[in-house]
């Protein structure tokens, strides 16, 4: 025998050797790496050694952190972090098998109930995270003969399963009612005197990377005249907007008038998973038919656990204490630099030019500040931006720090009478 020592690199040339098509493979994928960093498109990921908070650690390096979706702080609370421990100590660590089979735990079920009582629905069931909620859910619902209406905003999880269902597909103007009026109307032309086929329309509450929020009141007014279904999206809303953080569909009162309600448990509810509420069919459908929950393991029990726990803080006077700090910040960031902002914790600031969005996050991260640029295909093509979020964990110093460094690197931000814009627009 040699000297085991040797016996690495020694595999390695073997496998080199032997495998040539990996070499091709590896190139032609670096190629493409190539094309998308020629793009300024190119992605990476960075690695915090810290929970989520508004100071994170960064390469041992201290950043406040303006770029999560944690809005209320709960990603690193004590009562979720404390939920987290009891339901592992108590159910372990893994469900062991898909909800159907026998993954289905006491926290799951829990969870589920105390969703469906909070959002004012019959049911609910949660999923694994809200990108597999769309996924099992639009597809379950519609297929080749059916029709989807989607906002052109709508997050990629809605985009993609409304492909995976092979309905046909109309893409409405962002928040353009008028739009949306025409497209139902052609819709509701094709699907003839049968009836047979369905027509669904998608649509966000407040809209993940502009902050902007959709006409809920109108979309519905409109789905109930064409006969359609409505499926919103509450991922930025809940926990933000509505009675004890309920929802934009509860603020403007159309909830009972929508069919399926989503949203994410990784955002303001601190915890992750994802969610549908509705009717107790919709629910009892939805585990007979919606993929993503049958064809995989149950949440981890501590994620359900902490989610609930999430929900309770959220629906609960300290709930109401968080949303008014979030707010008191976001206040505070929008005098400070003067700029026309959506309404909500999303505060986008546009740079137009993706290699521009990157030069200034850089700048922003080099002064300690975690700001993210975002880029095609996250917004589309020359509409990069800055999205910067705000946390109720954030306190007025970080705020002012952010503010101050902003209109420092865009001194436009500062002239008097200029409210328009910190940055040009595209
Ligand atoms: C983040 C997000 C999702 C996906 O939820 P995850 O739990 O992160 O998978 C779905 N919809 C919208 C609008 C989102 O912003």
């Known amino acids: 025998m040699g000297d085991p020592a040797g016996a690495g690199p020694e595999q390695l040339r073997h496998d080199k050797r032997v495998n040539p098509e990996r070499n091709q493979f590896n190139q032609e994928l670096e190629a493409r790496l190539e094309a998308l960093r020629l793009k300024n498109l190119f992605r990476e990921l960075r690695t915090l050694d810290s929970p989520q908070a508004p100071a994170v650690d960064l390469n041992g390096r201290a950043m406040l952190n303006f770029s999560s979706n944690d809005y209320l702080g709960l990603a690193n609370h004590p009562l979720l972090k404390e939920a987290a421990v009891r339901a592992l100590e108590r159910f372990g660590v893994g469900a062991g098998a898909s909800r159907l089979i026998s993954g289905t735990l006491a926290p799951h079920?829990?969870?589920e109930q105390v969703l469906a009582q909070f959002k004012g629905t019959e049911a609910a069931l949660s999923?694994?995270?809200?990108?597999a909620t769309a996924l099992g859910t639009i597809p379950a619902l519609v297929g080749?003969?059916?029709?989807?209406?989607?906002?052109?905003?709508?997050?990629?999880?809605?985009?993609?399963?409304?492909?995976?269902?092979?309905a046909r597909v109309r893409v409405c103007r962002h928040n353009d009612i008028d739009h949306l009026e025409e497209l139902?109307?052609?819709?509701?032309?094709?699907?003839?005197?049968?009836e047979e086929s369905r027509i669904l329309v998608l649509t966000e509450s407040v809209f993940s990377m502009d902050g902007d929020r959709a006409p809920l009141r109108d979309i519905v007014e409109l789905k109930n005249r064409f006969r359609a279904w409505l499926m919103v999206d509450e991922a930025h809303a809940l926990g933000l907007f509505g009675r004890q953080g309920r929802g934009?569909?509860?603020?403007?009162?159309?909830?009972?008038?929508?069919?399926?309600?989503?949203?994410?448990?990784g955002k303001a509810v601190g915890a992750a998973g994802g969610y549908i509420?509705?009717?107790?069919?919709?629910?009892?459908?939805?585990?007979?038919?919606?993929?993503?929950?049958i064809f995989s393991t149950a949440p981890v029990p501590a994620a359900a656990a902490s989610a609930l726990a999430g929900i309770r803080l959220i629906s609960s006077p300290d709930g109401d204490v968080l949303r008014r700090k979030l707010?008191?910040?976001?206040?505070?960031?929008?005098?400070?630099?003067?700029?026309?902002m959506p309404d909500g914790a999303i505060l986008p600031l546009h740079v137009g030019d993706e290699a521009a969005a990157l030069e200034f996050a850089?700048?922003?991260?080099?002064?300690?500040?975690?700001?993210?640029?975002?880029?095609?295909?996250t917004v589309a093509r020359g509409r990069a931006r800055l999205r910067i979020t705000m946390s109720a964990a954030h306190n007025l110093e970080q705020v002012r720090l952010l503010t101050a460094a902003l209109r420092r690197l865009h001194p436009q931000a500062n002239a008097p009478g200029q409210p328009a814009t910190i940055l040009p627009s595209s």
């Open 109 to 111: 079920h829990e969870l």
């Open 127 to 131: 999923f694994s995270s809200g990108y």
């Open 144 to 166: 080749r003969d059916d029709i989807v209406i989607l906002d052109k905003l709508v997050h990629a999880c809605m985009v993609d399963a409304t492909r995976l269902s092979g």
């Open 184 to 194: 139902l109307r052609w819709a509701d032309a094709q699907r003839g005197a049968a």
């Open 248 to 265: 934009c569909a509860e603020e403007l009162g159309v909830s009972n008038e929508i069919e399926i309600q989503m949203g994410t448990l």
């Open 277 to 293: 509420c509705g009717s107790q069919v919709l629910i009892d459908f939805l585990v007979n038919a919606s993929r993503s929950f």
């Open 327 to 340: 707010w008191e910040n976001v206040n505070e960031f929008r005098a400070g630099i003067r700029t026309p």
């Open 362 to 377: 850089g700048r922003l991260r080099a002064e300690g500040f975690l700001v993210p640029a975002i880029r095609y295909p």
